[in-house]
């Protein structure tokens, strides 16, 4: 995910955060400092996870920061084959490098191969969160033209909101009536010659709404990897209900004077698990009060909660207090990454795990699988989604599937099977691809069967194990496809 050079590139990202100062770029320094971004991407087909669809060619900006560093979108430079940078009014492309790249908050930093590309260049110096009503500017090169476009609109909201880039991580963002269109996204939010975000996705059933990251998230992804990696946004891990109702706070035995917002669920491995319990009336969160819409005061705005934890980085503690059967606890919590991180959002930059034995083609359920067409199943959805909310700390690290079955004489009868949930193997629980593989690989030479059984089907799917071995090769060879199987290295839950 990051660039072999990426260690000596975070030496200079320390400096930037010094470099603020109370200069402001005019106009036409900012101008300059605004890039076309071209990226061939490709990427690959969930149902034959062997293979690449064809490359395509996508379209964003992005604009200079201190450190020669090139601050955009993720969904920009995703899947990236090779990127080409472009300056204002010029048609000679640089080639780039993707040297860090957070998928969870949509961001990614570029650095570009010459050096030349950088003369005569000012970097933009990052401002704040602009308040509501006040006016901001988006730069970048929208669809439709090849020249740099600015559009002026004014902040309208501020609040929490999905980012459609991971799928499912929820994020502040900053609304605006400044036009934000397809290729704008990466490209500067300006106010007062600075930087206050970063234009990245609209929505399409509204005229006039667009969105852009605003520069608390950026700086978190900038701490982030002065380390060289990315370790990702913490989660607190709890579900919440409003406590408006008053007569709900008196029955719960909340002071008159205090408010606060009740835990309905706190979500196994998370940050708050074993610390936070359900029906803990969540009352503050570091020094903010929390009130009974879940809220905290940020700035000039009332925000979600959870607002505390997105500042943060993995690792760092967080203090709250609850009211728990009649009594205030001050409590501390240590920041986590959400639990299933990696499963739950959009993949990105890495090729599908997957490994065929005896013609039956086995994958790890995540999202890009399960959104692609004709896979979204009720037992499919249920492990994904549902298990660990109905049957709390029963969902294995991976649920894994035979997706499809490339039919030969091995797997006669099977031919048409699809999406069957593998629970063990030979009596034995499968916790991840990874386990399968060991387990396939460790049979016993006398090993007459292989036994797959599943919580989802009666029948068990049983096949010949010394012919499965003997017929690999040969399967692999009729459905050309160069290697049994691809899993990388074991990741950390919640990984990016």
Not at 63 to 71: A, P
Not at 244 to 267: A, K, T
Not at 362 to 378: C, D, E, K, V, W
Request: aromatic share 8%; proline share 5%; hydrophobic share 40%.
């Amino acid at each position: 995910m990051f660039h072999s050079q990426v260690k000596l590139y975070f030496v200079l990202v320390c400096l930037w955060t010094a470099a603020i100062t109370s200069a402001q770029a005019s106009p036409d320094m900012i101008e300059q400092s605004v890039f076309r971004i071209i990226n061939f991407q490709q990427s690959p087909d969930w149902k034959s996870p062997w293979k690449m669809k064809p490359t395509s060619r996508g379209l964003g900006s992005g604009f200079l920061i201190e450190g020669d560093f090139i601050l955009t979108n993720a969904h920009v430079v995703s899947n990236s084959r090779m990127l080409l940078v472009n300056k204002i009014s010029s048609p000679e492309p640089f080639l780039a490098d993707v040297v860090a790249i957070a998928h969870d908050s949509d961001l990614a930093l570029l650095k570009v191969r010459d050096l030349n590309f950088y003369q005569d260049l000012t970097p933009l110096v990052l401002g704040g969160i602009p308040e509501l009503r006040s006016r901001v500017r988006a730069y970048g090169y929208p669809m439709g033209g090849q020249e740099l476009s600015r559009t002026e609109g004014v902040v309208s909201r501020i609040e929490f909101g999905t980012y459609v880039h991971p799928g499912i991580d929820s994020h502040l963002l900053v609304q605006t009536d400044s036009a934000i269109n397809p290729g704008n996204s990466g490209g500067p939010v300006t106010q007062s010659g600075r930087a206050v975000g970063v234009a990245f996705q609209s929505n399409l059933r509204l005229n006039d709404v667009g969105y852009f990251i605003p520069v608390p998230l950026i700086k978190r992804f900038l701490s982030d990897i002065k380390d060289g990696k990315y370790d990702g946004v913490p989660e607190i891990g709890v579900e919440t209900s409003s406590l408006i109702n008053p007569h709900f706070r008196n029955y719960l035995g909340l002071p008159e004077n205090s408010s606060g917002i009740l835990v309905d669920r706190v979500i196994p491995h998370s940050s708050a698990d074993g610390v936070i319990l359900s029906g803990d009336v969540l009352t503050k969160i570091e020094d903010g009060q929390i009130d009974v819409a879940g809220m905290v005061r940020y700035g000039e705005q009332q925000v979600t909660f959870f607002i505390e934890a997105e500042n943060r980085q993995i690792g760092d503690l967080l203090k709250i207090q609850v009211w728990r059967k009649g009594k205030f606890h001050n409590l501390t919590l240590t920041l986590k990454a959400p639990p299933f991180g990696a499963e739950m959002r959009n993949n990105y930059d890495e090729l599908p795990e997957y490994l065929i034995f005896g013609g039956l083609v086995f994958m790890a359920l995540n999202r890009n699988y399960i959104h692609s067409p004709g896979n979204l199943t009720p037992s499919l959805a249920y492990e994904h989604w549902y298990r660990e909310l109905e049957r709390p700390r029963t969902r294995r690290e991976q649920a894994i599937l035979i997706t499809r079955v490339l039919p030969s004489s091995v797997n006669s009868g099977y031919t048409n099977l699809h999406n069957f949930i593998v629970t063990t193997l030979n009596g034995k629980s499968i916790n991840t691809l990874r386990d399968l593989d060991k387990m396939l690989k460790d049979m016993p030479a006398d090993t007459r069967h292989v036994v797959f059984e599943s919580e989802w089907q009666k029948m068990p799917l049983v096949l010949d194990y010394k012919e499965s071995l003997e017929q690999q090769q040969t399967i692999l060879d009729r459905y050309g496809i160069l290697a049994g199987s691809n899993i990388s290295v074991q990741k950390d839950k919640g990984s990016q």
